[in-house]
């Protein structure tokens, strides 16, 4: 089973303030320190695998490097990281091969290394193309910018492009939304990820919004009600578009769903590099008690530079039968209910399915299970029960 490849690169330009990843602005001279971890890494994977108790296949599918923002690197580290990757993977001829790009970050040096190292897709983390919005929450770019790297984009070859866009930002309105979703559309790129704003203590909105108060423009935030309105909307005006939605935070025209996410929801096999890097794969067969491995790296940028331990867990088939669940049923199309049958066993949580399909939340067509579009909105609520106790598995 071919292999998809993760790589983190967690620096950026400013921070955003929603931003809740393991990323940070940090010195220039830093980064030739991470290059050489992460190279030193990909390095060791063969024998990482090995002690973790699991096992991979050579063949690499998809490639997908994100942070942060990867293209702050310089063009030789970023070439380092790629070489690398080619010395110790096969990577397929038609890999899938994205990097994540902050608008306004993609020089014509980069694009151009970009076309040498057969990148294939790029990722844009708009959030907003209502310029007041994007400069609210500290993004650097305007709306031109977009739009102008999409072009360069696609006259360089790369016409596979996503833009991420966030519902629920600070001064987002019902009419400046659908500008965003528009947009989004005229763009015309193939894929458009729609995320609803955390709200969590890991970034400094989220934590403004918690406390209830006005930093960070947090008072001017759309309540949760509009939000869920917004996600709807995207939903609708996407669809219509032919941009059709085949996650819950993800639409794409036909044949343009990302390969390397649809990994995570499939429980394909991956190998994360870098800060807060999460890994998964088979388990190896002479370990009969469990179905597969994950680990992950330090969140810690010291701690992961100093080559701190991984963390590992062995996935039982009991914890493997939930994330089948729960994971699958992001999925638009829905989790098969015979595949799980003759994986796991059969009649597993029929019970909750039952009771989910009575209160709208999934619904069953033949031998396929899938959330409806209120589940959607509610997916959190709904995944709970598939990660209960046991009487919850018949
Ligand atoms: S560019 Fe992305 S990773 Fe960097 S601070 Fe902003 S949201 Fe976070």
Redesign the pocket.
Known sequence: MSLGLYVSV?F?R???T??N?A?DVVPRAVFERYVDRLCLDIESANSTVEQMGGQIEPLVDSVYLG???PTVLDISQFERIFVTISQNFDLTAAAEITVEC?PGTLTPAMLKQFQLLGVNRVSL?VQSFVDEEARAV??LHDRRTVMNDVKRLREAGISNVNIDLIAGLPHQTVESWEDSLQQGIASGVPHISIYILEVDEDSRLGRELIAGGTRYHAHFAPEDELTADFYEMASERLQAAAVRQYEISNFAKAGCESRHNLKYWTRLPYLGFGVDAHSMIKANSSLDSADSIRFSTSDSLEKYIAGQGLERTAVSARAALEETFFLGLRLTRGIDLREIEAEFGKGLFAGVIAESIAIGLMEQIGDTVRLTPRGRLLSNEVFEKFIAPAENLT
């Open positions: 967690p950026c400013t921070k955003c929603y931003c990843f990323s942070g942060g923002t902050a983390g500290g993004r």
